[in-house]
């Protein structure tokens, strides 16, 4: 099996797509001879043409907006919003616009866009451009989002994607874009709804999602060592989300932390915990425990950013907590 | 109704340059006045350059290079006056030094360091928007709040080409033709956004048109004619105390260094274009000007050039003797009334990095 880095794997899936299928063109900041501001599409508008590759002026509502558009008429556009935390600039097309227009035509029209977007802290920019905003977008009806952490996983999951009839959100972590890991020869569509177990353990169930799943399998071998058997849950898309495989996990482990490195209070941790307690409540030996930033802005200085967000000894301090419940 | 607003196609310029072109009037500066615009470049483009060399220095954490925008920035700040608020983007964070902020401090905001936490009402220099255009409406509504309160002052936002492509661009300047708001609207036109030109940006001929389309009138300036920028700006200013609304300045120039510390610009941008913008730089042309007219000779250049440096070698150290900020300040003012958890997790850090 080819080894490729999440980054490479990313632009493998754009890559296969459009060399197969007409309907498929990518569009975004800075993404033509500059490749994007993480690479990404570095070379595709060699292969592409400029048509394909678009270089769009600084308007993110009109970026998502006219993903929409193309979308409508049975395009599958694939748009990038250079930092997550601009996402924020295209709100009401995302929540009031993508996530509505199947429903308010009857389900007569679809949006077939996918929007992909990466963030993440570990390089010190400070406050407003290292944000982790997924779960604000499994509030939102109508929406799908997803966020791998393999190089396998984000290939097949932004071919899935680009493939889904629904509007998706698809998260990628700035950190994990230099990982490298294998991928099948041929390329394996990954559908959405299907966790993946990382790891099998018997004493506590990690349920990590983006930078977190490196980390918590990290956790995990450090727990092994001290006689613990961590299992590491990768929900990989968020909605739809694999309740079943969450719950068959914890009732299995009965224990449960989550991870995710957005701030924990009202993270995506939240509803896991929700899921958790309600379908394995009587499995249950622990309190269910939440591994996040800590709630505050992000820090420029990196020693304090590091610290503001959660690695693997958090994961493993959470871990030992839960096992030290009788 | 008004009548249309004319397009202005051109770009004004007031200084010559040497052969064909003679240099042109400019009121409101007397000898005095043209050597302390002389002066505010030199100190502008100082900054500049040491800050580069302190970013590779590690000194620095990364930073938006300014260099050949001095005149943008010195010409419309020597037609303000002291009440004026100025909202920089990431392309103007030295201008407060034209205020009188001390380079320590904006060299602390580009070491991540609360000594660069500036009060903006000190200087009425607002903080530093990177998030482009989402600044534009803030200037807009201080300026309609000045009117409100019978005050004189005006405000200034500084952005870019690019920006003017959000939709906060669009709303804020439309919100400030419709209240009439004392505001000036100034876009460093430097023709490109990161690695997009403005040609992939618009299909406006100028981006001084998009102004007439909200009832603005505009100017078209040449970027690196730091005379014209201050006669463009003083009359913008004049419009704005008179009770006549905004203006839109676009003022023209080609980006001729990265777009910041950490962009490789050789894989898009042209760079005889950019020899051309270096020999052409917005210094050197008013340093000849002031020859020209008998008021900067070799030795007064070198004098202010070496206080510059001066400045600058002081702004470092003075930035690298701050003490290590307390630990607190992360999250002291992220709310008024910091929720529990602020407590909890400031005693963990304390016990951690303490
Ligand atoms: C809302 C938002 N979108 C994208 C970015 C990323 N970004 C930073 S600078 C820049 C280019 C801005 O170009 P321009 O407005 O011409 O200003 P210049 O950098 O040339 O001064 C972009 C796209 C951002 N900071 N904010
Ligand atoms: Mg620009």
Not at chain 1, 70 to 97: K, W
Not at chain 1, 284 to 304: H, Q, S, T, Y
Not at chain 2, 116 to 122: M, V
Not at chain 2, 269 to 275: G, K, Q, S, T, W
Request: hydrophobic content about 45%; aromatic content about 8%.
């Amino acid at each position: 099996m080819p080894e490729l880095t999440y980054r490479e794997a990313v632009r493998d899936a754009l890559s296969r797509a459009m060399r197969e299928d007409d309907d498929v063109f990518i569009m975004g900041e800075d993404i033509a001879e500059m490749g994007g501001s993480m690479g990404v599409t570095q070379g595709m508008l060699d292969e592409f043409g400029a048509e394909r590759v678009r270089n769009t002026p600084i308007s993110e509502m009109a970026i998502v907006g006219t993903g929409i558009g193309a979308a409508m008429q049975g395009m599958r556009p694939v748009v990038e919003i250079m930092y997550q935390d601009f996402l924020t600039l295209s709100m009401e097309q995302l929540v009031n616009q993508a996530a509505k227009h199947r429903t308010m035509s009857g389900g007569q029209l679809k949006v077939p866009l996918t929007i992909r977007t990466q963030g993440g802290a570990g390089w010190s920019p400070g406050a407003q451009h290292a944000q982790q905003f997924e779960s604000w977008f499994v509030h939102v009806p109508g929406l799908k989002v997803v966020f791998p952490s393999t190089p396998e996983d984000v290939r097949g999951l932004l071919w899935s994607a680009i493939y889904d009839d629904n509007p998706v959100v698809f998260f990628e972590h700035r950190l994990l874009y230099p990982l490298k890991g294998e991928v099948p020869d041929e390329l394996e569509p990954i559908p959405f709804g299907k966790a993946r177990i990382m790891r099998e353990g018997a004493d506590v169930t990690v349920i990590a999602i983006g930078r977190m799943v490196p980390e918590a399998l990290q956790a995990a071998e450090e727990a092994e060592a001290l006689g613990i058997s961590v299992e590491v849950l990768d929900p990989r898309t968020l909605l739809p989300l694999d309740e079943e495989a969450i719950i068959a996990s914890v009732q299995k482990t009965n224990r449960c932390v989550t991870a995710h490195e957005a701030v924990t209070r009202g993270g995506f941790g939240a509803e896991l915990t929700a899921v958790v307690q309600h379908g394995a409540f009587d499995h249950l030996d622990a309190p269910i425990e939440r591994v996040g930033a800590k709630f505050g802005p992000l820090a420029f200085a990196p020693a304090m950013e590091q610290w503001a967000v959660p690695h693997a000894a958090d994961v493993l301090e959470a871990v030992k907590r839960t096992v030290a419940r009788a | 109704m008004a009548s249309t607003i004319p397009a202005e196609r051109g770009l004004r310029r007031v200084i010559g340059d040497d052969a064909s072109i003679p240099d042109g009037e400019v009121d409101g500066l007397d000898d005095e006045g043209l050597l302390e615009l002389y002066r505010s470049l030199v100190l502008l483009r100082t900054y500049d350059e040491r800050s580069v060399i302190y970013h590779r220095q590690g000194r620095i954490g990364t930073y938006a290079i300014y260099w050949g925008h001095e005149a943008m920035q010195a010409g419309s700040f020597h037609a303000l006056a002291d009440d004026d608020w100025i909202f920089p983007s990431y392309r103007e964070s030295a201008i407060g030094l034209l205020r009188g902020m001390p380079p320590a401090t904006i060299l602390s905001w580009w070491r991540g360091h609360p000594a660069g936490w500036w009060n903006p009402a000190d200087y009425n220099v607002a903080s530093i928007c990177v998030p482009i255009a989402t600044h534009v409406p803030h200037a807009a509504g201080l300026a309609w709040g000045k009117r409100l309160r019978g005050e004189d002052a005006c405000a200034i936002a500084y952005f870019g080409d690019g920006a003017t492509s959000e939709g906060a661009f669009h709303e804020g300047a439309n919100f400030a033709a419709v209240m009439r708001a004392p505001a000036i609207l100034f876009c460093s036109n430097n023709g490109w956004a990161i690695s997009t030109p403005v040609s992939a940006q618009t299909r406006a001929q100028t981006l001084a048109d998009k102004a007439i389309g909200y009832g603005i009138p505009s100017a078209r300036v040449d970027g690196g004619d730091v005379l014209a920028v201050y006669e463009a700006t003083r009359a913008a200013v004049a419009r704005a105390r008179a009770g006549e609304g905004p203006t839109f300045i676009e003022a023209v120039t080609y980006r001729a260094a990265p777009h910041a510390t950490a962009d490789d610009p050789s894989a898009y941008i042209d760079p005889e274009r950019v020899e051309e913008a270096r020999a052409n730089e917005c210094l050197g042309r008013y340093e000849r000007y002031l020859r020209r007219h008998g008021l900067l000779d070799a030795e007064l250049e070198q004098q202010l050039k070496a206080e510059a440096a001066d400045v600058m070698r002081a702004g470092i150290a003075a930035a690298e003797a701050e003490p290590k900020p307390d630990l607190g300040l992360l999250f002291e003012h992220a709310l008024v009334d910091p929720p529990a958890s602020f407590q909890t997790d400031l005693a963990e850090l304390r016990r951690i990095l303490g």
